[in-house]
Every structure is written in C-alpha cells, then in structure tokens.
C-alpha cells in the first residue's frame, strides 16, 4: 500500500472520528441546533408575507437561500477550526507525522462537510413541513441541489482553510464575523436580490453565497420562481462557472497558504501562543 | 560498522540569527546510535531554537545539519517516520480518547515498517508501556497533567522512532510525576536502540537522563561529556571553611586536601571546625556558566576562585 494512499485513508477515519465527536457532545450539539432552529423561527415569521405584487411567499424564497447561506457557511466553520487547531498544537502534531497534514486536511473536509450535511437536514426537514409553495416532488430537484451544494462545499471549504491561515488567533477570527454578515445581507438570501440598488447585485455576484442561494432556490422552487431573479433566469451555467471559478481559486491558493502556515509551525510558536491565551484568561 | 558507531546527528558550525540578533554561533556536535544526550543551559542559550532546527520546524541560518543521514530542512515523509516528536500538549485532541488517538496517529506509520522495527506500535502495548492502561479509554482532556505528559511521551513514540527529541521533558511537573516520567525516558533509553536528545535548564534532569551532557549558553556549546568527566574537567572549586582564633575563615580551591594540609602545618590545634564541601556538578554548570559569560561581557574579569574571603 502506498504511504499517501494510507494517509488519505487515515485521513477519512479522522473525519468520521471528528463528526462523531461533534454529535454526541452537548456543547458542539447545541451550536449544531442554534443555527437551524434560529433559521426555523425565522422562516415561520415569513411564511405569509408575500413579495411585492409577484405572488411569490418570502418563506418559500427563503427557504433554499438559507439552505444556500448554511452551505457557505461551512467556510467559517473551517477557517475556525483551523485557527483553533493552530493555537492548540493539533496542527503541530499533524506536521510532526508522516503525510499528517495531508490527512489532517483530509479529515477536516469530511467533518467539515458532515457536519454541514446535518446541520442542512436539521434545517431542511422541519422546514419542508413548514413551508409551501416549494417544487420539491421527483429526483429533479434533489439532483440539482446535490451538485449546487457539492461544487459549493469545493468552491468554500479551501477559501475557509485559508481564511483559517490567515488569522493567527481565534480571538482575531472575530474580526471575520463583520464581512460575511455583510456578505449576507446582500446576497440575497432573505429578500430577493433584484430588489437590490444595481450596483450591490454586481457586489454580491462576486461571492459565492449569492450563487449557492441561486442555485438551491432553483432547485427547490418551481421554474416560475426565476421571475424574481436576475435576468429572470436560474442561470446554471453561470452558478457552476462561478462557483467553479471560486473552486479553482481556493485549490491552487490554500496548499500555498496552509504549506506556508505549516511552515512556520514549531513547539515555541505554540508554547507562545499557549501563554499569550492563559494570560488573557488569568 | 556496528549500529553504536552509527552518526545520527551530525551538526557542524550550524548558526541562527533573527534579524541582526545571533542565537546560535558555531554550534557543533555529534550523538551516536543508542545515546542519550542532554543540551543543558539557561533559559535563553538557544536549546530550543537547536533542537527545532533538528526536529526540522525551523530553518537555519547557516551550517551543516544532518539528522538521520538528511538535513532536516528537507526532510521528506519517510525520514518523518524514522524521527519522533515529544511535543508539549496542551489541550489539542480535548474530545479524543486516548486509545482512539494513538491508534490513529499510528495508522500513518504503517507503511514504514522495516526489515528491523515494525511500526507503529500497537496502541495498547504502548498505553501499557506509559502507564495508561486504565485511562486508555478515557478523554484527553480530562487527564491529569503528568498523565498528559506521559501521553506526549506516547504520540511521539507510536511511529517507533530510531531518533527521539524532548524539549523540556520536565518542566511543569510535580516532583511524582516528574520522577514517573524520568523513569519512563530512563526504560527507553535502557533498551538501547532509541537515541535520545533532550533540551533542559535543569542539571539534575540532564545528570539523571543522560549519557552525555552537552552545556549550551548564549549560542555556543561550552561543555561536552558525561556529567563525571564535566565535574573533573571544569573542575569546580571545592569550599573550605574553618575557625582560627575564633575567626571564621572560607577559601575555595581545586586543591581542597592540601590546601587541609598546609593549614594544619602552619597552625596545628588553632584550626577548629574544618569542612570541606566537594564540588558539585551543579557548582561545575554554574562557573561554566558563568566563565562563559564573564568571558562574553568583561574580558579583564579576575577569577573569582583566586579571592580569599576572609571574615
């Protein structure tokens, strides 16, 4: 057996390890629920609330945003993580074993990805229920919704990684929450984005949770939906062409970063930061 | 050639230097198969700074490394596996159990067995060996600091390292767990085939883990050898003290037993309460020390040894 395909194998059993972790513990399981169960509360307030004359429910235009927003999400989810690993030595501990930073890696994709898997379906099933006006019957829409949120899982978690190299500390990671807030608000996820000023649709067409949101609403809701949209179109290929170009992105740029991150590792780095951290809480 | 001829780390005039400050000057040494050397010194000689360099975290300034037969600077996977890494935890893999994660960190090795060492070390014979055994099935984080210790100890012997590196083994350790996790280093080292080098600032750690005591301060090695052949060869002033006519007197000297008999020659029965106190190796590692300092900052010093303190 070769080394790497070894590597790659412990790589996974480390991510299903992590996702176990993550489930059967009450802190990770709350912050697994918050999110979904906020979303839900939400979506039940917009349920009824119809968008301007078009006679589309904003509940049910919601709906597959979030589900797009969550997606993105997992970016901040593994620029966190990555930060935290750094300060704690977990990264250190990678480097110090044979092929560790190509399973770490690997690890970390799976437990990212799975983690975002159960957090959709925590969010997706009870909405489903919640929610009418949605075109959700044969294996059209499952299909697109697979390949929108596989592209987009490839298009954010090497942005996330490098983000998490990025940042030095996991207090500095707060500084992240501001932009993607903002990136957010503008994407389109909570009221339609045409009804944006032009000039932050171009804003938003930039980043890849505009087009996650496009691509899940043009799976879940019925083609009639595009009315609202820009172009008055669900506009695939630009969905796959951008979020394939953010994908491309991240893989050539993140094994430079984290390669360089991983280079500067050391037991003082960490022993530094160790003490910076107890410092601040003693 | 026999394995306990064998070079594994072979450093000549490596240097370090962070913007205009050096670090590192000229240090040279070599460790043989099978050796356990200590590199003792200060906080802040560089100890920590040489052995990241030989781990192959850290690139150096200039000299020649090698470790294993490859400069550590380009170490590739394979000579990875060969070198284990005791790294300080602190509260990284919290949510792991212990026997989950040697088990995982040892599935990387499993390619790099050889003709001589299979690897990696089966995950409960190595928590037996540690003294785990009835925490293997415990989380990480809620061990205790020693326990936690002996774990680091574990992780960076799963891989059945042939060259193993500790930097400051010891430190924030109760004297119990201390003297555990001396005696765990100690059953490694006796079997011979694991070399070991370890950084400390504490002489009695290097006196009790070590072969081979090399004394590194501001960036040079001033010292090399056993602890017996350092007490001899920088030899420490014994102390002498006596009282004559109700005077007490002190005199430091290498000469303690004649210096003994000269005294009584010159004054017989006036000499009450003679005591003479050995040099010991921690009197060697602090004139070391200090000679080496002295020599840095007042090149006129004046040997204190040559002063007799009277009064």
């Keep these: 057996m070769n080394p790497t395909a070894t590597a790659l194998r412990a790589g996974w059993s480390r991510g299903l390890i992590e996702l176990r972790q993550t489930l059967t513990n009450g802190g990770d399981l709350f912050n697994h629920f918050f999110w979904p169960v906020l979303m839900l509360a939400t979506l039940f307030f917009l349920r009824d609330v119809s968008f301007e004359q078009s006679g589309f429910m904003l509940g049910a235009l919601a709906l597959p945003s979030i589900l797009g927003m969550n997606a993105a999400m997992g970016m901040v989810t593994m620029s966190q993580i990555l930060t935290a690993d750094r300060e704690d030595g977990t990264l250190l501990r990678a480097k110090a074993t044979p092929h560790g930073m190509q399973g770490y890696l690997v690890g970390k994709v799976v437990s990212v990805s799975g983690g975002l898997l159960v957090d959709v379906a925590i969010f997706l099933i009870p909405a489903l229920f919640l929610i009418s006006g949605l075109s959700v019957g044969g294996p059209g829409p499952w299909l697109t919704l697979s390949w929108v949120l596989a592209l987009g899982l490839v298009a954010t978690l090497p942005l996330g990684a490098v983000l998490g190299s990025v940042f030095t500390s996991t207090r500095s990671q707060g500084l992240l929450t501001l932009p993607i807030l903002a990136m957010i608000a503008i994407s389109g996820i909570f009221y339609p984005i045409a009804a944006l000023p032009e000039w932050v649709q171009w804003i938003a067409q930039g980043f890849p949770i505009y087009w996650l949101g496009l691509g899940m609403r043009s799976a879940l809701l019925p083609g009639s939906a595009a009315a609202v949209e820009i172009d008055e179109s669900w506009r695939h290929l630009e969905t796959a062409g951008a979020l394939g170009a953010w994908a491309v992105l991240g893989l050539l740029v993140a094994p430079v970063v984290l390669r360089r991150m991983a280079r500067r590792e050391s037991g003082s780095t960490v022993a530094e930061r160790r003490e910076r951290a107890l410092r601040r809480v003693g | ?311």
């Design chain 2, 1 to 311: 050639m026999t394995t306990s001829e064998t070079v594994v780390l072979d450093i000549d005039g490596l240097r370090m230097r962070y913007g205009s400050v050096d670090v590192l000057h000229d240090v040279t040494f070599q460790v043989r198969h099978g050796e356990v050397v200590a590199l003792l010194g200060p906080n802040g000689a560089g100890k920590t700074t040489t052995i990241e360099i030989l781990e192959g975290f850290r690139a150096r300034s200039a000299g020649r490394v090698e470790v294993l037969g490859a400069d550590p600077a380009h170490g590739d996977e394979p000579w990875r596996a060969r070198v284990g890494v005791v790294l300080q935890s602190w509260r990284d893999h919290g949510k792991w159990r212990v026997r989950e994660l040697l088990a995982h960190l040892g599935s990387y090795y499993a390619d790099y067995s050889t003709e001589r060492i299979t690897r990696p070390w089966a995950a409960d014979t190595l928590i037996a060996a540690v003294g785990l055994t009835e925490h293997a099935n415990k989380k990480i984080r809620m061990l205790s600091g020693g326990q936690r210790r002996r774990l680091d100890v574990a992780i960076g012997l799963v891989g059945r390292p042939e060259l193993v590196f500790l930097d400051e083994p010891g430190s924030g350790l109760d004297p119990v767990a201390r003297r555990e996790f001396h005696d765990l280093v100690q059953g490694l080292a006796d079997e011979g085939e694991t070399t070991i080098l370890l950084t400390t600032h504490d002489l009695n750690e290097a006196e009790n883990l070590a072969d081979r005591i090399l004394v590194l301060n501001h960036g040079r090695i001033v010292a090399d050898g056993t602890a017996a052949e350092l007490a001899q060869r920088i030899a420490g002033e014994d102390q002498v003290r006596w009282t004559r006519d109700g005077q007490h007197f002190r005199h430091s000297t290498t000469e303690s037993t004649a210096f003994a008999f000269d005294l009584f020659q010159q004054y017989g029965a006036a000499i009450e309460n003679l005591e003479i106190r050995r040099a010991s190796l921690e009197d060697t590692y602090l004139s070391l020390v200090h000679r080496a300092e002295s020599g840095r900052y007042e090149a006129a010093h004046v040997n204190k040894a040559e002063e007799e303190v009277a009064r």
